[in-house]
């Protein structure tokens, strides 16, 4: 092999949203907006066509032309503002974390100078990020009244076409208006359980623990109307995967054994009440309680 070969690796392109959704090109810290194409061939120039004329060319993705010059300097941190946006609006449209923790991640691209050169309010990222979630969600807008609230249909039915809807009061005189969502499967379910839990109402911590894990299914403290009905539509896809479970002869999952073991103490103290006297026995209760 010939000693003096040299392999050249061309610079990454990569590329980010510009104005109108048009892909610019980023090479080597410039920004190129596309000019023509011919062929496999799709010509850029630098995005500060007024004062520069740099040029490149691409050949499937890659730079098939040398490095221009500029007349300005690299816009480096000018792009990492672009790709802090693009970020923001692509995690904002494609996935189901909160404004907060979106933008929060998004703003680690930045270093000191990016920030400076950020050029809007830290809250009109919150806002953006709102805007890219709602033009790709497509939600309706929201209702102004309760008599205007008209629900569309693909929030009405589960993701397995069965009706959620159970029930809506209409407008009513007393201006108040109600709605029950649920399917008939998840009601009947909840039958079932009551049924099995009928001797054991000690506390309603089950209830609280299913809101908690709803509150991170709506993803925020002040969902919207449709945001919620969302979360819904998700927690029936839950119900429904127990249910299943349930008819495969499947149990409710196993208790901690903390749990486990404080309910047979408990248990076994009330049932033998009639031998113990008063004061001990609240002494035991409390002292179990104490234990937890
Ligand atoms: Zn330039």
Request: charged share 20%; aromatic share 8%.
């Amino acid at each position: 092999m010939d000693p003096t070969t040299t392999t050249t690796t061309s610079p990454t392109v990569t590329f980010l949203p510009g104005k109108r959704g048009a892909l610019n090109a980023v090479v080597d810290g410039y920004r190129y907006t596309k000019n023509g194409s011919h062929k496999e061939n799709v010509y850029y120039r630098c995005v500060e066509q007024k004062t520069c004329n740099a040029r490149i060319t691409l050949t499937g993705g890659s730079l098939s032309s040398s490095l221009p010059t500029h007349l300005h300097p690299s816009q480096e941190a000018d792009l990492a503002v672009l790709q802090t946006k693009s970020d923001i609006k692509k995690k904002a449209s494609s996935t189901d974390l909160s404004t907060k923790n979106i933008v929060s991640t998004s703003l680690g691209l930045l270093d000191f100078e990016g920030v400076a050169r950020l050029g809007c309010q830290l809250s009109s990222l919150n806002r953006m990020s709102q805007r890219a979630r709602r033009k790709a969600n497509r939600t309706p807008p929201l209702p102004t009244s309760l008599e205007q609230i008209s629900i569309p249909s693909s929030y009405l039915t589960n993701d397995h076409g069965e009706n959620m809807m159970l029930w809506d009061s209409g407008y009513t005189v007393e201006r108040r208006r109600s709605f029950m969502f649920g399917s008939i499967d998840s009601v009947n379910l909840m039958n079932q359980y009551d049924a099995v839990l009928a001797g054991l109402p000690r506390s309603n911590n089950f209830v609280e623990g299913w809101h908690n894990g709803f509150q991170t299914l709506v993803g925020g403290s002040n969902p919207t109307l449709w945001t919620f009905l969302t979360a819904l539509k998700k927690e029936e896809n839950i119900t429904f995967a127990k249910k299943v479970k349930k008819m495969m002869g499947e149990g409710p999952e196993a208790k901690r054994r903390k749990w486990r073991l404080y309910d047979e103490r408990l248990s076994s103290i009330v049932t033998d009440f009639e031998q113990y006297d008063p004061m001990d026995y609240l002494s035991c209760i409390g002292a179990i309680l104490f234990d937890i």
